[in-house]
């Protein structure tokens, strides 16, 4: 033990195999009943705190917002009645296998995510063209390339260049992914294209190219291992199939609502935790303070959010959790959603729409297909820098700049057909300040391995203490490392 009484190297389950069987089964026989606080009921609160509660623990979810969820979000206002848009988390890989297990656990319908469709189209340099007309002739979007780049598509030439680190770390047992990692830590994406370890160096054209297309424009400093393992190998591979929630994601953290019902505190915003050797206290503020006394706490809120948080004593933080703490990022992320009295794009056989406009994506809706009804489109989605570009707009104005895009997609039927739109700005959002934790480079390897560590008799779980960045399947996987951690103190 060290000196604030932590068990050090006890094992955390396997993922995913071990974490399925506690999700099916429950933790094992712990040490004893505690009475633990939880800080946050988003995906992986709710999680810890269901399988704590079943192990016969006495748990108490604070959240300091006016609902669950976190960054699993479904918004329906001011849409008509039944459609929605997912603002936050909207589509889950087939091979997400605890977020999968949850769903047929609550018996949750589901339906394919589009991610990609017959009809996508591409708007970059001024150039409209579809996926295929692309595909058959990359040079039709009149990006610079040099001679041996030309007559490649920008898949092409980023698999040229980070395939034989793909095929190693796909191959690589544990240690091997591990020592990869460490190799390229201090690499930026940018910096790998340009310098290519393997070979095949990109031009600048080349790499902005890619940039555009395979949606990382917005990412230029972050880590490129990162961004390879979390955004473009599950969002972009052609193999990978999507699935959401029938009705809206925000289904699955709801589901765990009734059984947490006598557990769960609304509106509950934390701004001090006070440890000792003996027990931890969680201070709160609603309208007037209140003080919550546990023998242990989880906490769940980004550190983005913990950085104003105030915790004592500070030494009972090591050094390497406070620097992962202050440095760690939430990347920005905005959606805007608009509903249309028609669904035209399906009459103009026009589906997910990449471009270099302020737009940057826009996805046609998975759900209600050739129903005639009226239909929510998601007219943009950007992240990153991308994304800080709409922080400087009002609501009305961000609104007004991406009609302006669709105008030159879909033509001036546009206005003509829009009914309502939401704007959903993840930057100001004060419970998670971002939507998603991304490494910087260097990050990895400097302080990764502190993040999800106890300190005290605080521990910690949310998709940033995960190996599964911006993904509810990260939320859950350290959902049940946590709660199994404080079962077995």
């Not at 399925?20 to 995906?43: F, M, N, R, T, Y």
């Not at 905005?334 to 826009?362: A, C, H, Q, Y």
């Not at 105008?407 to 057909?417: A, D, I, L, Q």
């Not at 999800?452 to 399947?473: D, K, N």
Request: one cysteine or more; aromatic letters at 12%.
């Amino acid at each position: 033990m060290n000196q604030w009484g932590i068990r050090t190297g006890t094992p955390s389950p396997e993922y995913p195999d071990d974490m399925i069987a506690i999700i099916k089964g429950g933790l094992p026989q712990g040490k004893g009943k505690k009475k633990i606080l939880i800080i946050g009921a988003g995906l992986s609160g709710l999680v810890s705190a269901t399988l704590l509660k079943k192990a016969g623990h006495e748990v108490t979810l604070l959240e300091g917002n006016n609902r669950i969820g976190g960054r699993v979000y479904t918004k329906r206002s001011p849409f008509s009645e039944g459609n929605y848009l997912d603002m936050g988390a909207m589509r889950i890989p087939d091979n997400h296998r605890l977020v999968m297990e949850y769903i047929r656990r609550f018996n949750l319908p589901t339906n394919p995510f589009l991610n990609t469709t017959p009809y996508d189209k591409l708007y970059v340099n001024g150039v409209y063209t579809t996926v295929d007309e692309y595909e058959g002739n990359p040079d039709i979007l009149g990006f610079p390339l040099t001679q041996s780049e030309k007559g490649k598509t920008a898949e092409h030439l980023f698999l040229e260049t980070t395939k034989p680190f793909i095929d190693a770390y796909q191959s690589g047992s544990k240690e091997e992914r591990k020592r990869l990692i460490e190799k390229f830590s201090n690499y930026s994406m940018g910096r790998f294209l340009r310098e290519s370890p393997y070979g095949n160096p990109l031009s600048l054209n080349a790499i902005r190219m890619i940039s555009v297309l395979q949606g990382i424009e917005g990412f230029p400093e972050f880590s490129f291992s990162d961004i390879l393992t979390d955004i473009i190998y599950p969002i972009f591979r052609k193999k990978t199939t999507f699935n959401q929630i029938t009705g809206g994601n925000d289904r699955l953290p709801y589901a765990f609502k009734e059984g947490l019902k006598d557990n769960l505190l609304m509106n509950q915003k934390v701004y001090r935790i006070v440890q000792d050797r003996d027990r931890v206290e969680v201070y709160t503020r609603n309208g007037k303070p209140g003080i919550y006394r546990g023998d242990y706490a989880l906490v769940t809120v980004p550190f983005t959010v913990l950085q104003s948080i105030d915790i004592e004593p500070y030494s009972s933080i090591s050094f390497k959790k406070w620097q992962a703490i202050t440095e760690l990022t939430n990347v920005p992320a905005v959606k805007v959603g608009i509903e249309f009295k028609n669904r035209f794009w399906e009459e103009m056989k026009i589906g997910n729409i990449i471009s270099d406009l302020p737009s940057r994506f826009t996805y046609v809706p998975s759900n209600g297909i050739g129903s005639g009804r009226p239909g929510v489109l998601l007219a943009s989605y950007s992240w990153g820098q991308n994304a800080l570009l709409f922080n400087s707009m009002s609501k009305e104005e961000i609104f007004a700049n991406v009609m302006k895009d669709l105008e030159k997609f879909y033509g001036p039927r546009v206005y003509s057909e829009v009914s309502s739109y939401a704007v959903y700005n993840w930057s100001v959002n004060p419970f998670s300040a971002g939507c998603f934790t991304l490494f910087t480079p260097g990050q990895e390897t400097d302080f990764a391995d502190y993040i999800q560590h106890p300190e005290g008799r605080l521990h910690f779980a949310g998709e940033h203490t995960s190996s599964f960045h911006g993904w509810m399947e990260g939320a859950i996987e350290s959902g049940i490392r946590a709660a199994y951690e404080l079962n077995e103190r």
